[in-house]
């Protein structure tokens, strides 16, 4: 069975870095392609940055490029997410989503593709 589970999240000051960490069990994390997603109060949910399955190639949304890095440590079977100069719009609840189907190759940042989630985690930028 496929689970996640987020931690690092918590309050932080504008130019502030944080390191989200997702810890999965129960399948191969090298064959699956995992995403970080938010959710912004008021808003849908938003692909952040994916790691692909395999060749580990990554996928940013323009709002976080340049600022913040998915990576994958496939001996601790944990995603993490570096995330450097936040800004008060990167307020939301963080989530890790996995899933093996080739579609979330073809649309990495697209939630529909992926079926495996975790609980989330908040991070808050604020002054």
């Known amino acids: 069975q496929v689970q996640l589970v987020e931690s690092g999240g918590g309050l932080v000051q504008p130019g502030d870095s944080v390191r989200l960490s997702c810890v999965a069990s129960?399948?191969?994390?090298?064959?699956?392609?995992i995403g970080w997603f938010r959710r912004a109060p008021g808003k849908g949910r938003e692909g952040v940055a994916t790691?692909?399955?395999?060749?580990?190639?990554?996928w940013y949304a323009d709002s976080v490029k340049g600022r913040f890095t998915i990576s994958r440590d496939n001996a601790e079977n944990t995603i993490y997410l570096q995330m450097n100069n936040l800004k008060p719009e990167d307020t939301a609840v963080y989530s890790c989503?996995?899933?093996?189907?080739?579609?979330?190759?073809?649309?990495?940042?697209?939630?529909?593709?992926?079926?495996?989630w975790g609980q989330g985690t908040q991070v808050t930028v604020s002054s």
């Open positions: 790691i692909i399955r395999g060749d580990g190639h990554t």
């Open positions: 129960g399948f191969d994390l090298n064959w699956y392609t």
């Open positions: 989503a996995a899933d093996n189907r080739a579609m979330t190759t073809m649309y990495p940042l697209d939630p529909a593709q992926f079926g495996s």
